[in-house]
């Protein structure tokens, strides 16, 4: 039997996990919304998760207004203690 069928012992992967509530909003929150999610660099439905618990202006205050400073690979292994890197990254 496969699992998709059911039966005794085995499991159905295609009943769904989470349920999505389709939520009604304005131009203007959609919005703040996607500018949000762009200053925070966080997705738009973690956006909506965190600002349910926070609200948009202290999700905003929080993340939004520290400069990031991005570092490459090489950058931050040159910052771990104890780790030698190979001559060729000194560069």
């Known amino acids: 039997m496969s699992a998709r069928k059911g039966g005794t012992g085995s499991y159905d992967f295609s009943v769904k996990r ?7 909003g304005s131009a203007a929150l959609v919005q703040d919304l996607a ?5 925070t660099e966080l997705s738009q439905a973690d ?7 926070l609200g948009l202006p202290t999700l905003r205050e929080r993340l939004g207004k520290r400069p990031r400073r991005r570092l490459t690979l090489v950058q931050h ?3 771990l203690k104890g780790l030698e890197l190979p001559p060729y990254l000194d560069e």
Do not use: D, G, W
Not at 18 to 24: A, D, K, L
Not at 47 to 53: A, F, G, H, N, T
């Open 35 to 39: 500018a949000t999610a762009a200053e």
């Open 47 to 53: 956006v909506i998760r965190q600002s349910l618990k």
């Open 18 to 24: 989470f349920s999505t509530i389709p939520v009604p």
């Open 77 to 79: 292994f040159k910052k």
